[in-house]
């Protein structure tokens, strides 16, 4: 009876620690969704927007959007990746089709880069920085208006234009590495970069659903109070000050007084 007793108290003992671990895990994993989420959005809305100022109007900055989750979908690389190669390409003059998109990003996935690497090396190259190119094995040389490029001991005079060089990135990724992207897709990298994209998309629509709006609202209410709070905030500091300074002077009465109290 005493074993069972013992045993007894070792089971409640351990759903006990069990409950508690469990409560823990729970809390644990609300805070850091939470966090996630709040993340997610918040990165989402400014990406949105930057798209709008590089398109010029919110309308293409939607369809841009759609374009860049459905591109993003079928790859390794984050929303957030494939959006700044998107808004670099058209800072450098050119349409980022869902093509262009695939061409630079075999390029990218070929040579385990960031596909935002390939686009501002596209773009520095326009302007005669060539060296983000020879990350992608790719050498550059400007002869006045035109470029040679070499891959592989081959060279090639193209145009010095961000078309020019598009062309030739786009040939090369296409006869070089046509299935990159959908190689490292099938990987477990490939599934896990799929499985983030799918749970940001999920953290997005919630927050179109209305929670954006609402923790923006929410966010402006704690300016305001916090602004309003001001004068609050001197009363209570001017409060811990003198008790602060009441600590100190009891600390200095007892330290010059030590010999005669003890």
Not at 91 to 104: F, H
Not at 201 to 230: H, M, P, Q, S, Y
Request: hydrophobic residues 45%; negative net charge.
């Amino acid at each position: 009876k005493q074993v069972e007793r013992s045993m007894d108290g070792m089971k409640r003992a351990a759903n006990s620690v069990s409950g508690a671990f469990k409560a823990v895990a729970i809390s644990a994993a609300a805070f850091f969704g939470a966090g996630a989420l709040v993340r997610s959005i918040r990165t989402f809305e400014d990406l949105q927007a930057t798209l709008k100022a590089v398109t010029g109007s919110a309308e293409l900055a939607q369809a841009s959007f759609q374009l860049i989750t459905k591109f993003t979908a079928k790859t390794t690389f984050q929303l957030d990746e494939v959006t700044g190669a998107f808004i670099t390409l058209v800072n450098a003059g050119i349409a980022p089709t869902e093509d262009v998109l695939k061409d630079i990003g075999n390029l990218a996935a070929a040579r385990g880069k960031d596909i935002r690497d390939v686009a501002q090396a596209i773009f520095n190259a326009t302007t005669g920085e060539m060296e983000m190119l020879k990350q992608l094995v790719i050498v550059a040389r400007v002869e006045g208006d035109k470029l040679n490029v070499t891959y592989k001991g081959v060279t090639e005079t193209i145009d010095r234009s961000g078309a020019s060089i598009v062309n030739f990135i786009r040939t090369l990724s296409q006869a070089e590495f046509p299935d990159a992207i959908e190689e490292r897709a099938n990987t477990l990298s490939g599934a896990i970069s799929n499985l983030e994209d799918a749970i940001s998309l999920f953290f997005l629509e919630v927050g179109d659903a209305g929670l954006r709006e609402a923790l923006t609202d929410f966010t402006k209410f704690l300016i305001a109070g916090a602004n309003e709070g001001k004068s609050a905030a001197q009363v209570i500091g001017q409060t811990l000050a003198t008790a602060v300074r009441l600590v100190q002077t009891a600390l200095e009465f007892a330290v010059r007084h030590s010999k005669e109290l003890f």
